[in-house]
C-alpha cells in the first residue's frame, strides 16, 4: 500500500502502474474506464487479511468465557476508536495541512506520529491501570492542543468530516464482519447467505421510493458510518471463511507428511499457477481481452484441480479447500465483470470485489506455500513483522519518514532520481524499504499499537 501510494505521477510509466481509473498522463479521474491493476488489488488484500484474522481474534475472547454480549460491546468500541484513528492521522498528515508543506506542517505530522504511542502502545499487563489511562489520556490531550491551534489549507480547524477513507471503511466493516461472524460463526451458509441481501440492496438501492433506496442512504452520521461502505464485506466474509480453516488447521495436531521430490514439484508448479492467476488477470483485464480472461481462468482452474487432486497432509488439504474457495469467487467475480460497465475499483464493481477476493486467496496460497510447506518463513518475515504492527506501517510514510527525510535535506537528494519515470518508482521503492524497516524495528522492540 505504501509502494502504490509512493509511485510518482511525474512522468510517463505505463498505465497498469497506476490506478485503472487514474489513467497518466493526466492522472484525472476517469470512473467509466474498466480494468484491473495490481494497484487497485492492494486495498482489496488488505480488508481480505483483516476478515482472516476476525477468527483468531475472537475466538480468543470467546476461549477466555467471555459472553457474546460483551464481545460485541468491544467490537463496537473498538470500530469507533478505529474511526477516531482515521480521523487523527488525516488531521495530522502534512499534505492534509498545506499541499506545499512547510516545517511546521513537517514537525507537526512527525508530532502526530510520536503521540501514538502513548495513545495506542499495547502496555505491558505490569503497569497499573491508573497509570496506564493517565498515560493515554496525557497523549490524547496534547493531540487535542495540538488540533485545536491547526488551521487547513481551506481555513478550516479540527472536523469530524475529514478523515482518512480507506481506515474509515476499515472501521466500518471490522464492526459489522466482526458481529457477522461472531453470531454465524458455527453457520457458515448464514454467513455467505449475508452477501445475498447486500447484493439485493446493492442491485436495487437506486429504485426511486423504495426502502431499499431510504436505508441505503440513511446514516445517523455520515461521517462515521455509509451503508454504501459495507460493500466491502464482499471481501471481508469471504476472508472469514478462510480464516475459519486456517485457524481449524493451526489448531489440529500436525502430522509429519510424506514428502518426497515427484509432491515437491507438484507444490511448485502449484505456487507458479497461484501466481499465474494474478498475472493473467491483471493483463487480460486490464488489456479488455474477457473471452480470454474467462478461458484461460478456467483452464488453470481445471489444472489446479488435477494439481491438488489426492494430495495427503494438513496443510496441502487446507490449501486444497482454499483453492475451492478461490476457484468459486474469481469465477463469480468474471461471470459478473460485464455488469456495471466492467470491472472498477472507483466506483466499485460487484465483479471488483469478487475477482480480487479470488486473487487474494490464490496469493494466500503461494505465501503459505513458501511459509508452511517449504517452512522458508524467514523469506518472509520483515513482511510478516509488518503484518504484526498495521497502525504503525500505515503511517510511517507520510508521518515520520517523509517528514524526516524533507527536515534533513534528504529528499532533494532522492527527487534527483524522478529524470527517470522507472527512476521515480525506485524512489518509492526506496521509501517503502524505510517503511517497512522502521516498522520492523518496532515490532522487534514489541512496541504494538492496538486498539
Known amino acids: 500500500m505504501i509502494l502504490s501510494g509512493s509511485i510518482p505521477y511525474a512522468g510517463m510509466l505505463p498505465g497498469w502502474m497506476y490506478h485503472a481509473q487514474l489513467p497518466p498522463p493526466a492522472h484525472t479521474f476517469h470512473p467509466t474506464v474498466p480494468g484491473l491493476t495490481w494497484v487497485d ?211 489440529t495436531e500436525q502430522h509429519s507428511e510424506k514428502d518426497s521430490p515427484e509432491l515437491h514439484f507438484r507444490v511448485k508448479i502449484i505456487f507458479t499457477l497461484m501466481i499465474s492467476f494474478i498475472i493473467i488477470n491483471l493483463i487480460t483485464l486490464y488489456t479488455r481481452q474477457l473471452e480470454t480472461a474467462v478461458l484461460l481462468n478456467i483452464l488453470y482452474i481445471v489444472l489446479g484441480h488435477i494439481l491438488f487432486n489426492g494430495v495427503s497432509g494438513e496443510t496441502l488439504i487446507l490449501l486444497k479447500k482454499m483453492f475451492r474457495w478461490g476457484s468459486y469467487w474469481l469465477l463469480l467475480g468474471l461471470f459478473f465483470e460485464a455488469f456495471e460497465g466492467g470491472i472498477k475499483k472507483d466506483q466499485s464493481t460487484l465483479s471488483y470485489y469478487f475477482v480480487a477476493t479470488g486473487l487474494a486467496i490464490f496469493s494466500y496460497i503461494a505465501l503459505s506455500i513458501i511459509t508452511d510447506y517449504f517452512r522458508k518463513k524467514s523469506f518472509l518475515k520483515t513482511i510478516i513483522q509488518n503484518g504484526q504492527n498495521p497502525m504503525i506501517a500505515y503511517i510511517a510514510g507520510s508521518n515520520l519518514i517523509m517528514p524526516v527525510l524533507t527536515l534533513t535535506g534528504l529528499t532533494a537528494a532522492l527527487n534527483y532520481l524522478l529524470v527517470n519515470p522507472w527512476l521515480g518508482f525506485l524512489k518509492g521503492c526506496i521509501i517503502t524499504l524505510m517503511v517497512a524497516l522502521v516498522t520492523k524495528y518496532f515490532a522487534v522492540k514489541k512496541l504494538f499499537w492496538r486498539t
Not at 108 to 131: E, K, M, T
Not at 132 to 156: P, V
Not at 162 to 181: H, T
Not at 191 to 203: C, H, P
Open 41 to 251: 488489488l492492494v486495498f482489496p488484500f488488505f480488508l481480505f487479511a483483516m476478515g482472516a484474522a476476525f477468527p483468531f481474534a475472537l475466538n480468543k475472547k470467546l476461549l477466555r468465557g467471555i459472553s457474546t454480549i460483551k464481545i460485541s460491546i468491544q467490537i463496537i468500541i473498538r470500530g469507533v476508536i478505529l474511526a477516531g484513528f482515521a480521523i487523527y492521522i488525516q488531521h495530522f498528515k502534512p499534505y492534509a495541512l498545506s499541499s506545499t508543506p512547510e516545517t511546521i506542517h513537517w514537525i507537526i505530522g512527525i508530532a502526530g506520529f510520536i503521540l501514538l504511542f502513548p495513545i495506542l502502545l499495547r502496555l505491558p499487563s505490569s503497569i497499573n491501570p491508573v497509570v496506564r489511562y493517565a498515560i493515554k489520556i496525557s497523549g490524547l490531550a496534547a493531540a487535542a492542543l495540538i488540533l485545536s491551534h491547526i488551521e487547513y489549507q481551506n481555513g478550516t480547524g479540527f472536523t469530524l468530516e475529514r478523515s482518512d477513507i480507506i481506515i474509515l471503511v476499515l472501521a466500518n466493516v471490522a464492526v459489522a464482519g466482526s458481529l457477522i461472524w461472531l453470531f454465524t460463526q458455527n453457520n457458515m451458509l448464514l454467513r455467505i447467505g449475508i452477501l445475498g441481501f447486500l447484493v439485493a440492496l446493492r442491485l436495487t438501492h437506486s429504485v426511486e421510493g423504495s426502502w431499499n433506496q431510504w436505508l441505503w442512504n440513511y446514516s445517523p452520521f455520515p461521517w462515521l458510518y455509509k451503508l454504501y461502505y459495507l460493500q466491502y464485506l464482499f471481501i471481508v466474509i469471504p476472508g472469514t471463511v478462510v480464516g475459519d480453516l486456517i485457524y481449524k488447521w493451526m489448531n
